[in-house]
């Protein structure tokens, strides 16, 4: 998915307008609500997704951001939220592989309690919020779950975490630091086959988005954070594949009915990975003609 709307889970009205958006999925943001108004968006948000139930043609999907493990209410936010059948989790402040797995078997509880399809709950992890996510990522350990559909991260959410002063050096580059768990959480997400997500930009400096935009898409990302609506086109925009990336998709996926059998398989004379053949399935959504995403 190109574009992840953050809606917080105070406003009714705000979380219905999102869904037609343009957002390829919203991300309601329980983190982002203060202290004392935790428990009211919580229900505000169970009770939106009950309404909402099912993702109808043009719609956006809908994921539900919960606290990190490490605040102990990431468990009071599933038992919020499941019973209203979300799209996906995304868990904020990843530290390890262990998280993603912990959460993944939290999910399945939950939806055996509610009667809902095993394995229907998708997860994304925000790996790079956080120090210890960063190391976990360079580190090379496997994030295998097989709910797991991406990895994110936060510029301002990591520049917190280390105590940075700054976002932007004097010529207004990405800091070394920064940059750097940037790098980590996306070679993290290629080496397991997924997409990666790139950290909001802020909101008055369109012509930023647009730079952060390409720069993302040219190094690998396949969609990014927005803060507010008017950013989507210019996010959906830049992110969507270029009629040749869609022609070899087309192609990569045309040769099999079912998933090759071994870890690397040839197409016009290249050799792939499983991953590629994802990737062309991922790029595949938003091929011309197509109305279900």
Known sequence: MRSWLLVPGLDSPTLTDSLRSG??????????????RKDEA?????????????????????????????????????????????DGIV??????????????????VREAMHGLPEGETGIVAMLGDTAEGIIAAASGRAFDSPRLLGLAWSMPG????????????????????????????HMAAAAAGIAAIDSPSGLLQPDRLQRDCR???????????????AQLPIINALFSPTMEEIDT????????SAPPSGPLFAADGSVLAQKDLARARRFLQYAPGRNDR
């Open 158 to 185: 990591l520049a917190a975490d280390l105590g940075a002063e700054r976002l932007h050096d004097a010529e207004g580059r990405m800091t070394d630091a920064l940059r750097f768990g940037r790098t980590a959480m």
């Open 249 to 256: 998709a087309r192609k990569i996926v045309g040769r099999f």
């Open 91 to 108: 868990l904020s402040a990843t530290r390890s592989a262990a998280d993603i797995q912990r959460l993944d078997v939290m999910i399945s």
């Open 23 to 36: 957002a390829d999925a919203v991300v309601i943001d329980l983190p982002a609500s203060l202290p004392e």
């Open 215 to 229: 720069e993302a898409k040219a190094d690998g990302f396949e969609g990014k954070f927005a803060l507010h609506p």
């Open 42 to 86: 919580r229900g505000i948000t169970a009770d939106f997704l009950k309404a909402r139930k099912t993702r109808t043609s043009g719609q956006a999907a809908c994921f539900v951001q919960i606290h990190g493990f490490s605040s102990n209410l990431a468990e009071r936010d599933l038992d919020a939220v499941m019973a209203g059948a979300p």
